[in-house]
């Protein structure tokens, strides 16, 4: 079974660029967390679903990375924040901090 947190995420546009959608996030991610596992959204995404869960990614990623004190592996990282390792790489990879080769 695929492990998606969540199948879709919708703020209709008057609720837009309040940070809903950036609250619905990341309330997956920590249901997600509770049930000891690593998600994913259902994908394809939209662009704009590329854009917020990006934008999510990135600032948990850089939390995370500023807060440990210790190396970590990229399994450690998703399995800290509940970001699948997939995700964890591309994000990284977007943000210019890996080069990763399969």
Known sequence: PEEYNVACILSFPPYQRKGYGKFMISLSYELTKLEGKVGSP??????????????????????????????????????????????????????????YWK
């Open 42 to 99: 259902e994908k394809p995404l939209s662009d704009l679903g590329k854009l917020s869960y990006r934008s999510y990614w990135t600032y948990v990623l850089l939390k995370e990375l500023r807060d440990t004190q210790t190396a970590m592996s990229i399994r450690d990282i998703s399995r800290k924040t509940a970001i699948k390792t997939e995700d964890v790489v591309s994000t990284l990879q977007h943000l210019e901090l890996i080069k």
